[in-house]
């Protein structure tokens, strides 16, 4: 507080000078600076602080020093408190410097009398004093001054320092120490000349120096656990060896530090002239080697580095003869410090770098020679290590190689090599490798500018397609965009240089390479590649090279989907490289039509495409404002939460371009070339869109919306007022409002807008509080807080807090939650005086200072009541206060709110926080005990003895006895044994569970806020010992007596918190508490065993995780490793004789600790340094006889395996591309590379007796399965797998040779591959005589096959390689035949020649369809003549011989073959027809069309009699399937399939309907068999069907209810898109263009694939006007179907909806034309409502069927119930549609249903419907009105007034309330004086719509209404206003 006290001073002197307006200014500034917690905040008082003192300067030139001085005194203060910060010293120091002009000595003065008093307490400098001294030699010349003349005295109190901290050891966490050394480094660093002779001269010798060189040294052998201060020492080390006045005696000094290892204990150490004894206890652990070699490589000059060594022979140097050995020693050592050895490694190429002239003069030769030892151990070094995967290391080994080659090139240029064979053995190593090894493309990169683009292209011709599966793989996605971006920036330099041409050519000369690549990732139907392509490359690409955008355009001019994608990706990315980007008439009918597709990538695409801009003030255009006001309405209620993010990230980039634009305007410093009246119509459109976007968002808010509208119009206004307002958030780095926002803020509020906090925004957002979810709660309390004033009114305080207090005592833990979010709200927005208007328990907020403490008191008191009420009757605490709400609020806000937390620390409070904390703390033991007791039946003392957890059975009766007791003595019998839980029972278990949870989060978030180093050490220990110890007992009651792992994952989640805050503590005894609980722990676990296996505990091993996690990840971790230490040696011990398989065994529950700690996340890769004994100790386990310990060991090994692999990455074409070879796995763990060789070596050695079991040889081969093949090197560590792993092909277990045969794929290198194929198949029998082992060959097969299917893949070996392999098959052609006996051996055969279908002769080929057409059609003739001989595996061979057959045809398209098949799919063993029937539906004949177009014609064939058999259900269902599959294309329909079904069409079709109104077989076949009659309907429906459309449109109303399973409502909604556009048909008058918004807006006629668009060429076709009148009520059957479908909750049934609704868009003759594209839900749904509209308007049902969309909701009823305020139950009922918005869908309906009465004829049957519907809902609706005006017109009671603002359930009854008002009023408007008669109404139109807005406007001042729009409403029909006719339009 120094700087605090001279700042006073300082005011006080300058109060009546004439400078004091600026000095106090300036003051207030450093105050504020002072006092701010975010950095931007600092920074920003600092620079006006800064600006004040240039102003003061000239003023005190011309003071004398008096009075000069308090004020540098002053900032002086300041900048000593600053030193934390080097920017903020910095900014400091120029203040001085300015305020110094004139008075230098003055300034020196102070500076020397500031510095003098740091350690004035004693001779240790404390971590501030040693921040000061730091950056005062760093950034200040006076203090560098001052530090040189008292060097003897600093190097005293640093050596003091120093050791009086290794001796104390104040914590493992602290910076002390790393401190002090830092203040050593850079007192060598700065001042070397001042501390050479100290060192180096005999007469300057320094005790001092030398006794702070003794304790550096015992830092960096260990002393200090800190890893980042050993390291430290290491680099000060060096630097200290700088000041050595020669090289040599430097390089001497650091050849010393390196051998003394090898010396300790032996005498003494010479360093220059100081002599250092070797200290004995000095206990090497590796890490030294690495201290020494990073800080010599870091920072010791080149001239020591470099300079011969004398005591050496040969020429050597530190840096090839000392530095380098150690380096590679690392590599191979220090497996838990990779990061480190790999930075040594690239400092060490570095600095060879740097002085290869210096080598080359001592050497006078290569140092990089080409057989040289030190290149290859190099280049192993590199390649061993390249695939670690440790963050960081692969950027280290990227730079490493690429220092290498350039190394490489220096010395061959400087030598004048003219060979350079380094180059082309790395690039074969490259190509060698496979695609999915990351590691290659790092060297791939680094060879490239050396070798050439071409070369590199000529040696490695399939890069383009790996550089594409690359970029499918979100780990290789990096890795291949530089690899692409390294050869086409090589390709460029090479032409630039050549000056071969323009651009143009260029740009030609890069397709021819690239431009494939491209086309096909952006039109990859995979999201993931097409994202990578178009962010990773296509942008870069552009401005790489321009004239690529010609050819790329050019590339996707289709329609399909992948097409537009494509091509909107080019435009934004042409956009972002050009600027604004001019559209044509026709590619701006296209970006709409991107707008309105179904696929979200193509709309985010497009709507980025309109939302970005290179430049932030360039304004949007009005063709991009119209867009955008037409698409978002539509897009609010999407789904998918990345959808949602990404429409916020582009709509903030548009609202910021209208806010910077708009700005620029005001300023005068527009665009040139826009004039004023365009700069006025530009502000206009900016603050008009913004304020339509604000309505949109508020409206969307209202409870009755779904969650997906309420997120996304969250979003919206998080943007709105993030970007639009002028709020600061101090915690943002970007973001923040420009400095003239007010500006703008003004302008749009004198035009009436722009009003963010208005009252009916603040009420919407109060809604969303009482949300059911906690992402729509938190999201708007946070724009509450962070946005809104900064308290709110009384009367809203006071309602909000009674809503808080109700929703507390909720049984419901959404309700609960939503209770502690409202008081952490009213906390945050609440004064003083708000406080007191509060009902506080006890008079809190009259007697406490803070606000914080009094809420916490309140709470407190709350909490305590409940746990009195509890302890009496559990029961009706659980159902009407139960303690998980009220404990929820106390997290929220003890630790979410920043004020508490700063009042926490006030010294005045100390004492009040203390005594509330330590009640907190015993209260919900108190809590703990009594609930965790209950569960027991325990709830005295003793429930604290059992340490188990009950058994399931023992909770069900202690919860029994608990409703017994709350139910008093009735006793009374229960409906038997019932399996379902009562609600009481459900209620005590909620209570229970969530409260335990709720209280291990609060009590953790405390000890992490409280215990936090950060703390000021004079605020006293706000949790004492005993609070702690209290705290720790509560967790392990809970994670050892709990058994919900919802509850113990709460739990676990607060003890790491817990734990990290004790153990990084600088208490010791806080320190101690972890420790002890971690060994009671390992205690207990050791102990004997009484609990039953059911009773274990499932927090148990959670226990020793979160200790262990606890622990700093710089440490050496002495907790993990005494954990797994003991752990491994309980798990180890040997099974007693007479062990129980019911009781829990110690080594049992030791490796289900260790599974926990491998899977905890938290930990990362520290437990890999133990993984070698783990793994062996789970491999040992697999093998015991006790099944709990097998099971907990293949757990363990499971865990190992995803830790030592990672997680698998993405998957493509059922491939998974992990990217770790076996390679480099076994060079990162050779010890366990060991161990399962070991393993596989026994279980492969020949054994007596015949075969043995080895249980764990299966684990260790599924391990090595998910390893990826490696290089072709030489000595390869995976070489010794190979023969163990064929010897398995042996194993009479299946499941080994299978597996044995997946783990052969990574150990064989793909040169290698063609060898071993080879070999295997020579080892088959040429004959059937020399088969020895029928298991072996199946086995050999199994191999072949697993190789093959590698090497066909990308980058395998061609058909012509494989040649000699098929020649070696040809000549054992006999496997396939019958003289083979064992089927699975002949299947296997098949599937090895399956996978060689190009290699063989014509006359295999032939000889294998033959025997394969024998075999089937043996199974013909035996299967009539009942003489079929039944084998094992025969139906596998059949299956797979089918197959073949079906591949071999759609290879070939051969029409004999195809016949073929089609007589096999009717043959009558029915393994061939499922086989075949699942080859179709795999759609693995999707590529030949002929053999889907026969199969279907087959199937069609026999439908009749398929169904008319029904012989399966599960044959039926597949068939029915595959049928739907092969005429999922409407073009696949022809006239020949028609003529199929000519007569049996009626007859299936009935068959098919009986199936599904009658028979009911089940979900599956339902589904089915309705889609496979609409298919049948969609091709056969006439006149004369009438009945059956009848039929089949009941089935579907009956399957689309929303109550219904999902797949039937799929079923409905897939049947209405494939016949419901030809049932239609009919019905249409054929003059409607269903153009919903206009020519510029969204439009079906794209070409395009529809997934199962089974409607036939001429389905949507309109016909002639009114053709079929009496389908005319069943097309508004199916079309009211549509509209309910579209509001389904299941996204795959609204698409399906969607679907319908895109065919009927279609214009006559478009869809033959140019295909479909399905578009997206809500531009389908009011397409169906424009269709109704225009084909339909004239019915009456018309209206009738709209009108069953508005529900009629008693307001009533749910006000009175609001009023009753009843106890509510745990569970509310469920919705059957939650995605349903019927007030949403009621707005939608309203202006189509007014123009359907406006264009209706006077006396049509439209208006005698209305007119019916008026006398039916008129009066009621009136008595609503007038009901709703008593009820709101006087305010609604408190009690209920703010919960009906979250009532659901009330706002969509007002909702529809007013919609209907609306309606009857434009019925009584239409209607006129025929209208008005209605009895009961008595009013005309103008009076209703009088009480309609005075209704509406009390709604609106209640938050129970929207603000009336003054524009469209987002979902209104019709053109948009002020479409763009002009034919140009910038985007």
């Given at each position: ?276 004894e070797v200290n004995p206890v000095l206990e090497p652990d590796g890490l030294e080697k690495l201290v020494l070699t990073r800080g010599v490589l870091t920072c010791c000059k080149m001239d020591i580095l470099s300079c011969q060594l004398e005591s050496l022979p040969h020429k050597a140097c530190l840096l090839l003869d000392v530095v380098f050995p150690a380096v590679c020693a690392l590599s191979r050592e220090q497996k838990d410090c990779h990061y480190y050895c790999f930075q040594a490694c690239v400092l060490w190429l570095q600095r060879l770098r740097e002085g290869l002239a210096a080598l080359w003069h001592l050497t006078g030769t290569h140092v990089l020679a080409q057989d040289s030892e030190l290149l290859q151990e190099l280049t192993q070094l590199l390649w061993n290590n390249a695939e670690t995967p440790v963050e960081g290391v692969s950027e280290f080994i990227h730079s490493s190689f690429r220092l290498l080659l350039e190394i490489y090139h220096l010395e061959c240029q400087h030598f004048q090599d003219q060979e350079r064979p380094l180059y082309q053995q790395m690039l074969q190593r490259v190509v060698s490798m496979p695609w999915q090894i990351k590691a290659r ?297 420009p400095r003239t926002m007010a500006t703008l803020l003004s302008y749009a509020r004198q035009r009436g807008c722009w009003d963010f906090f208005s009252q009916p925004n603040l009420l919407a957002l109060l809604s969303c509080l009482q949300d059911s979810t906690n992402e729509i709660r938190d999201l708007a309390s946070e724009l509450l807080v962070r946005y809104f004033p900064t308290t709110f009114s009384e009367p809203i305080a006071q309602d909000l807090f009674q809503l808080a207090q109700d929703t507390l005592g909720s049984p419901r833990v959404q309700e609960a939650e939503a209770g502690a979010v409202l008081m952490k709200t009213i906390l945050q927005k609440s004064d003083s005086g708000t406080m007191k208007s509060l009902s506080l328990e006890a008079g809190a907020a009259l007697t406490l200072p803070s606000r914080g403490l009094c809420f916490a008191q309140h709470l407190l008191h709350v909490l305590q009541a409940q746990y009195k009420v509890a302890r009496q009757d559990l029961l009706r605490a659980a159902a009407t206060a139960p303690m998980h709400g009220a404990i929820a609020a106390l997290r929220r806000c003890l630790l979410q709110v920043p004020e508490v937390a ?1030």
């Amino acid at each position: 507080m120094g700087a605090e006290r001279e700042a006073r001073a300082c005011a006080a002197f300058y109060g009546s000078q004439g400078l004091a307006p600026t000095v106090l200014s300036c003051l207030r500034c450093l105050r504020h600076f002072a006092g701010s917690t975010a950095k931007r905040c600092k920074e920003k008082h600092l620079e006006e602080a800064l600006q004040l003192t240039r102003a003061l300067s000239e003023g005190l030139q011309a003071l004398g020093e008096a009075e000069a001085r308090p004020l540098l005194r002053c900032v002086l203060a300041f900048q000593m408190e600053a030193t934390s910060s080097c920017s903020s010293f910095q900014k400091l120091e120029q203040m001085v410097t300015q305020l110094a002009v004139g008075k230098e000595a003055l300034l020196a003065q102070e500076v020397d009398t500031l510095l003098s008093g740091l350690a004035l307490q004693g001779e240790v400098l404390s971590p501030e004093d040693l921040q000061s001294v730091s950056m005062f030699l760093e950034e200040s010349s006076l203090g560098r001054q001052h530090w040189r003349q008292n060097l003897p005295l600093l190097l005293q109190r640093l050596a003091s320092t120093l050791h009086w901290v290794l001796q104390g050891q104040p914590t493992p966490g602290s910076t002390w120490g790393y401190l002090v050394i830092k203040a050593c480094l850079q007192v060598f660093q700065v001042l070397p000349e001042d501390v050479a002779p100290l060192v180096w001269s005999t007469s300057g010798k320094s005790e001092t120096l030398q006794r702070l060189l003794g304790l550096l040294l015992l830092v960096a052998w260990g002393k200090a656990l800190n890893k980042d201060t050993r390291l430290l020492a290491g680099t000060a080390l060096s630097m200290l060896v700088n000041t050595a006045p020669q090289p040599q005696h430097g390089a001497s000094a650091v050849l010393t530090l390196f051998q003394l290892p090898s010396q300790a204990g032996t005498g003494e150490l010479k360093f220059g002239e100081l002599v250092v004894e070797v200290n004995p206890v000095l206990e090497p652990d590796g890490l030294e080697k690495l201290v020494l070699t990073r800080g010599v490589l870091t920072c010791c000059k080149m001239d020591i580095l470099s300079c011969q060594l004398e005591s050496l022979p040969h020429k050597a140097c530190l840096l090839l003869d000392v530095v380098f050995p150690a380096v590679c020693a690392l590599s191979r050592e220090q497996k838990d410090c990779h990061y480190y050895c790999f930075q040594a490694c690239v400092l060490w190429l570095q600095r060879l770098r740097e002085g290869l002239a210096a080598l080359w003069h001592l050497t006078g030769t290569h140092v990089l020679a080409q057989d040289s030892e030190l290149l290859q151990e190099l280049t192993q070094l590199l390649w061993n290590n390249a695939e670690t995967p440790v963050e960081g290391v692969s950027e280290f080994i990227h730079s490493s190689f690429r220092l290498l080659l350039e190394i490489y090139h220096l010395e061959c240029q400087h030598f004048q090599d003219q060979e350079r064979p380094l180059y082309q053995q790395m690039l074969q190593r490259v190509v060698s490798m496979p695609w999915q090894i990351k590691a290659r493309y790092v060297p791939l990169c680094a060879i490239v500018p050396y070798m050439g683009s071409q070369q590199v292209l000529d040696a490695y011709p399939d890069l383009p397609q790996h550089l594409l599966s690359c970029l499918s793989t979100n780990h290789l996605c990096p890795a291949a965009a530089e690899a692409y971006k390294e050869l086409v920036r090589q390709q460029c330099r090479e032409w630039r240089d050549g000056q071969r041409g323009t651009e143009e050519a260029l740009a030609e000369e890069w397709a021819l390479h690239w431009l494939p690549l491209l086309s096909q990732g952006l039109c990859s139907p995979l999201p993931i590649l097409q994202s990578n392509c178009a962010n990773h490359l296509l942008t870069w690409t552009l401005r790489q090279l321009p004239a690529t955008q010609a050819l790329l355009a050019a590339q996707f001019g289709g329609q399909d989907t992948m097409s537009l994608r494509a091509w909107v990706s080019v435009l934004k990315a042409q956009k972002s490289v050009a600027g604004a980007l001019p559209l044509g008439e026709a590619a701006l009918e296209r970006l709409s039509r991107c707008l309105g597709t179904r696929e979200e990538g193509v709309r985010l695409a497009a709507l980025g495409l309109l939302c970005c801009s290179p430049n932030t003030n360039q304004p949007l255009s009005g063709t991009e404002v119209r867009l955008l006001r037409h698409f978002l309405p539509l897009n609010l209620n999407c789904d998918s939460s990345s959808f949602r993010q990404l429409l916020q990230a582009a709509v903030r980039k548009a609202l910021v371009r209208l806010r910077d634009s708009s700005l620029a305007q005001l300023r005068g410093k527009a665009p040139r070339r826009s004039g004023p009246a365009e700069g006025a119509e530009q502000l206009t459109q900016a603050v008009g869109f913004v304020e339509w976007l604000l309505q949109l968002s508020i409206a969307s808010l209202s409870p009755g919306s779904n969650y997906q509208r309420k997120k996304t119009a969250l979003l919206l206004l998080a943007a709105v007022l993030e970007t639009c307002t002028d709020t600061w958030s101090p915690d943002r780095k970007k973001g923040q409002p420009p400095r003239t926002m007010a500006t703008l803020l003004s302008y749009a509020r004198q035009r009436g807008c722009w009003d963010f906090f208005s009252q009916p925004n603040l009420l919407a957002l109060l809604s969303c509080l009482q949300d059911s979810t906690n992402e729509i709660r938190d999201l708007a309390s946070e724009l509450l807080v962070r946005y809104f004033p900064t308290t709110f009114s009384e009367p809203i305080a006071q309602d909000l807090f009674q809503l808080a207090q109700d929703t507390l005592g909720s049984p419901r833990v959404q309700e609960a939650e939503a209770g502690a979010v409202l008081m952490k709200t009213i906390l945050q927005k609440s004064d003083s005086g708000t406080m007191k208007s509060l009902s506080l328990e006890a008079g809190a907020a009259l007697t406490l200072p803070s606000r914080g403490l009094c809420f916490a008191q309140h709470l407190l008191h709350v909490l305590q009541a409940q746990y009195k009420v509890a302890r009496q009757d559990l029961l009706r605490a659980a159902a009407t206060a139960p303690m998980h709400g009220a404990i929820a609020a106390l997290r929220r806000c003890l630790l979410q709110v920043p004020e508490v937390a700063v009042s926490m620390q006030a010294a005045e409070l100390v004492r009040s926080w203390q005594e509330l904390l330590t009640c907190l703390v015993t209260t919900v033991r108190d809590i703990t005990s009594l609930l965790l007791g209950a569960l027991q039946s325990q709830q005295g003392p003793g429930a604290d003895e059992q340490a188990a957890a009950p058994s399931f059975a023992e909770m069900g009766n202690a919860i029994g006895s608990l409703i017994m007791l709350g139910k008093g003595q009735r006793q009374e019998e229960e409906e038997g044994d019932s399996i379902l839980l009562s609600e009481e029972h459900s209620l005590i278990l909620t209570c229970c569970w969530v409260s335990v949870k709720e209280i291990g989060l609060l009590l953790g978030g405390l000890a992490e806020l409280l215990l936090s180093p950060a703390l000021p050490a004079d605020v006293g220990p706000l949790l004492p010992l005993p609070t702690l110890q209290m705290a720790t007992k509560v967790f392990q009651e809970i994670l050892l007596r709990c058994r919900h792992w919802g509850a113990v994952e709460g739990c676990s989640m607060g003890f790491t918190k817990f734990c990290a805050a004790l153990l990084n503590h600088p208490d010791p005894e806080l320190q101690a508490i972890p420790r002890a609980v971690l060994e009671q722990g390992l205690e207990a676990l050791g102990g004997p065993r009484s609990s039953s296996i059911t009773r274990r505990a499932a927090g148990f091993p959670m226990l020793f995780l979160c200790i262990v996690i606890g622990e700093a990840p710089a440490q050496a971790r002495p907790l993990l490793t005494r954990c797994i230490q003991t752990l491994l040696s309980l798990a180890a011990t040997a099974l007693p004789q007479d062990w129980d398989q019911t009781l829990d065994l110690p080594q049992v529950c030791a490796l289900h600790v260790l599974q926990t700690l491998v899977r905890g996340a938290g930990l990362g890769g520290a437990v890999l340094c133990h993984a070698t004994p783990m793994m062996a100790l789970a491999l040992r386990g697999l093998g015991s006889p006790c099944w709990a310990m097998r099971n907990a060991a293949i757990q363990l090994f499971s865990a190992l395996t995803s830790r030592l692999l990672g997680q698998p990455w993405s998957h493509r074409d059922g491939c998974p591309s992990e990217g770790l070879s076996l390679h480099a796995f076994l060079g990162q763990h050779p010890k366990l590379g060991a161990v399962l060789l070991g393993e596989l070596k026994v279980a492969t050695a020949p054994t007596s007796g015949g075969p043995h079991l080895h249980p764990a040889l299966h684990a260790i081969l599924t391990l090595l399965a998910q390893l990826q093949p490696g290089a072709d090197i030489a000595g390869s560590p995976s070489a010794p797998f190979l023969e163990p792993l064929l010897g398995l092909a042996g194993s009479p277990i299946y499941a080994v040779r299978a597996m044995a045969a997946k783990a052969l794929v990574p150990v064989v290198a793909p040169p290698q591959r063609y060898r071993l194929l080879l070999q295997l198949a020579r080892q088959l029998p040429a004959a059937p005589g020399q088969i020895r082992s029928h298991n072996a060959v199946h086995g050999h097969l199994l191999q072949m096959q697993a190789l093959l299917g590698c090497a066909t893949g990308t980058g395998g070996l061609s058909a012509q390689a494989l040649h000699p392999v098929a020649l070696q098959l040809e000549a054992r052609g006999w496997l396939l035949t019958p003289a083979q006996r064992c089927p699975l051996v002949r299947a296997a055969f098949l599937q090895v020649l399956a996978l060689l279908p190009t290699s063989f002769s014509p006359g295999f080929a032939r000889y294998i369809h033959d025997t394969i057409s024998t075999e089937l059609g043996s199974l013909l003739q035996g299967g009539k003549s009942g003489c079929a001989e039944p084998q094992v595996g025969s139906a596998i061979l059949h299956q797979t011989m089918a197959h073949f057959v079906c591949s071999e045809a759609a290879q070939l398209a051969d029409s004999e073959r195809i016949a073929a098949v089609c007589s096999l799919l009717q043959h009558p063993n029915p393994d061939i027809q499922l086989a075949i029937l699942s080859w179709v539906i795999a759609g693995e004949g999707g590529s030949c069309k002929e053999v889907e177009n026969a199969l279907g014609l087959t199937l069609l064939e026999s439908l009749q009699s398929v169904l008319q058999e029904r012989r399966d259900k599960e044959f039926l269902r597949l068939y029915l399937e595959a049928l739907l599959h092969l005429y999922r294309d409407p073009s696949s329909w022809s006239q020949e399939a028609s003529c199929k079904l000519q007569g049996s069409s009626r007859s299936c079709l009935e068959m098919l309907l009986h199936m599904v109104e009658a028979e009911r077989p089940g979900p599956d076949l339902l589904f089915q068999a309705l889609c496979a009659a609409s298919l049948l309907l969609a091709h056969q429906c006439g006149d004369k069907d009438a009945a059956l459309v009848e039929r089949w449109c009941a089935a579907l109303e009956e399957c689309s209810r929303s109550a219904g399973s999902e797949l039937l409502r799929l079923a409905a909604a897939r049947s209405l898109r494939l016949a419901g556009p030809s049932v239609l048909q009919p019905s249409l008058r054929g003059t409607c263009s269903l153009q919903l918004a206009g020519p510029s807006m969204v439009q079906p006629s794209l070409r395009g694939t529809c997934s199962l668009q089974l409607a036939g060429p001429g389905v949507v076709q309109p016909s002639l006007r009114a053709a079929c009148p009496s389908l005319v009520p069943v097309a508004l059957r199916l079309i009211n179907m549509a509209i309910h479908l579209l509001q389904d909750e299941e996204r795959e049934v609204r698409h399906e909806a969607s679907g319908f609704a895109s065919l009927l868009r279609q214009s006559p003759g478009e869809l033959l034309q140019d295909g479909c594209i399905f578009v997206q839900d809500n531009v389908g749904l009011q397409s169906l409502l424009e269709l109704l509209l225009g084909e339909f308007g004239e019915h009456p049902e018309t209206f009738n069927s709209l009108l069953q969309h508005i529900p009629v909701l008693d307001v009533r009823s749910v006000v009175e119930e609001l009023e009753a305020n009843k106890a509510v139950s745990l569970y509310k009922e469920d919705e059957p549609n939650v995605f349903a918005e019927p007030a949403v869908l009621a707005q939608q309906l309203l202006p189509v249903l007014v123009q359907l009465l406006e264009k209706a004829p006077t006396g049509s049957p439209v208006h005698a419907s209305a007119l019916q519907w008026l006398e039916a809902t008129g009066p009621g609706v009136l008595r609503d009105l007038q009901y709703c005006r008593h009820c709101w017109s006087q305010g609604p009671a408190a009690r209920w007034g703010m919960k009906a603002l979250g009532c659901a359930k009330l706002h969509t009854a007002l909702a529809l309330l007013l919609v209907r008002a609306q309606l009857v009023a434009q019925v009584l408007r239409v209607l006129g004086e025929g209208a008005t008669a209605t009895p009961g109404l008595g009013c005309g139109s103008q009076e209703l719509e009088q009480e309609l807005e005075l209704v509406q406007g009390l709604l609106v001042q209640h938050g129970l209404a929207p603000v009336p729009r003054q524009d469209n409403a987002p979902g209104e029909l019709g053109p948009l206003s002020g479409t763009d006719s002009s034919r140009h339009a910038a985007v």
